[in-house]
């Protein structure tokens, strides 16, 4: 037998066992996030997967890990920014440890509506987001590929909140983060941090009275086991970031970055319509599970919450003013 002869024989047997050849090698790709598997975000991250593990016929392999399997908010971004977990997705906020104006893609009452803060955040069209990517790629080795709509982040108690005065020395939870330490502030009460996968823990025991997240999160984890009243403030569009290890993502062939990068949009998409769609559906399943909603009709003071927020943010993050004038300056698509 000839060499090349040998050679085809070679990857011919290759291909029928399973392997590929050396020139469509795989790369596999551990995906890590916080949510649980009922949260429109693990929707996100397993569609997202599934769709680059077909699309790129096998070449680069997702493999999804929720619930805080490979660690917490730190641990993960840490892990991303090592290349020990080489994709996540989280709050913008998490990642202002590497670059503090990150946040501010989170601030509160920061955008119109769901369409403005998709397109304010789209890695591939926003100027704003490709400036704060790129300070992210160049100091951290991280880089935002894409992002995903969890919907509005609604406020949530053991009683009626109609006003920041309602607040007043009253434990509520916050994310553990600055942003939030600064807007439960805002809203009057006294900031605790808690992690998600403890939060039913502390809403039942009484050490926080309340807490802010999107319907679906609030379905999903059933906190209506533990909490009488929805607040509908909408004081965030809760937009969280995709974002992957640059020497990973390096090591990709760029008509996978390509592949990948449209998949992130088209998928990110989605998650926009399934989560507006889901806010209306949700406040009917959730009030059949015995919560109460407090809307402006109901005398909640919406415009107070944005005018105290607002200005605990301004004093706290005082150089954010120009990134979010270019935030409130970005036309949201149809």
Not at 315 to 330: C, K, L, N
Request: charged fraction near 20%; charge should be neutral; aromatic fraction near 6%.
């Amino acid at each position: 037998m000839s060499r090349r002869q040998f050679v085809s024989a070679a990857l011919a047997l290759a291909a029928l066992i399973g392997f590929a050849a050396p020139s469509e090698a795989q790369v596999r790709i551990r995906y890590a996030h916080v949510g649980s598997e009922g949260d429109i975000q693990h929707w996100y991250a397993d569609e997202f997967a599934k769709r680059v593990n077909a699309e790129t016929q096998g070449r680069v392999v997702v493999q999804v890990f929720p619930n805080s399997q490979l660690g917490g908010v730190q641990e993960t971004i840490d892990g991303v920014r090592s290349g020990a977990i080489p994709l996540a997705h989280h709050e913008f906020a998490s990642l202002a440890r590497l670059v503090p104006e990150v946040a501010v893609f989170a601030a509160p009452f920061n955008y119109r509506d769901g369409r403005h803060a998709m397109a304010a955040t789209d890695p591939q069209s926003s100027e704003v987001m490709k400036e704060i990517s790129g300070k992210l790629v160049a100091s951290a080795n991280i880089r935002i590929i894409g992002r995903l709509y969890r919907g509005a982040r609604q406020m949530t108690a053991k009683m009626a909140v109609y006003s920041p005065a309602d607040l007043k020395d009253k434990r509520f939870r916050g994310v553990p983060l600055q942003l939030w330490t600064s807007m439960i502030k805002g809203m009057g009460a006294i900031p605790t941090p808690v992690e998600v996968g403890e939060l039913p823990t502390a809403l039942m025991t009484g050490m926080v009275i309340g807490q802010e997240n999107p319907l679906t999160m609030i379905n999903a984890n059933k906190l209506y086991e533990v909490q009488t009243h929805v607040m509908l403030t909408s004081h965030m569009q809760n937009v969280l970031p995709v974002f992957i290890n640059e020497r990973t993502w390096q090591s990709i062939p760029a008509a996978d970055r390509a592949v990948i990068e449209k998949v992130a949009a088209d998928v990110g998409a989605e998650t926009l319509k399934l989560g507006e769609a889901a806010e209306t559906q949700l406040i009917d399943e959730l009030k059949k599970k015995g919560m109460t909603f407090v809307t402006e009709k109901d005398g909640l003071k919406i415009e107070d919450f944005r005018k105290a927020v607002s200005a605990q943010i301004k004093t706290d993050f005082p150089s954010w003013g120009p990134y979010i004038e270019r935030i409130s300056a970005v036309k949201a698509g149809s």
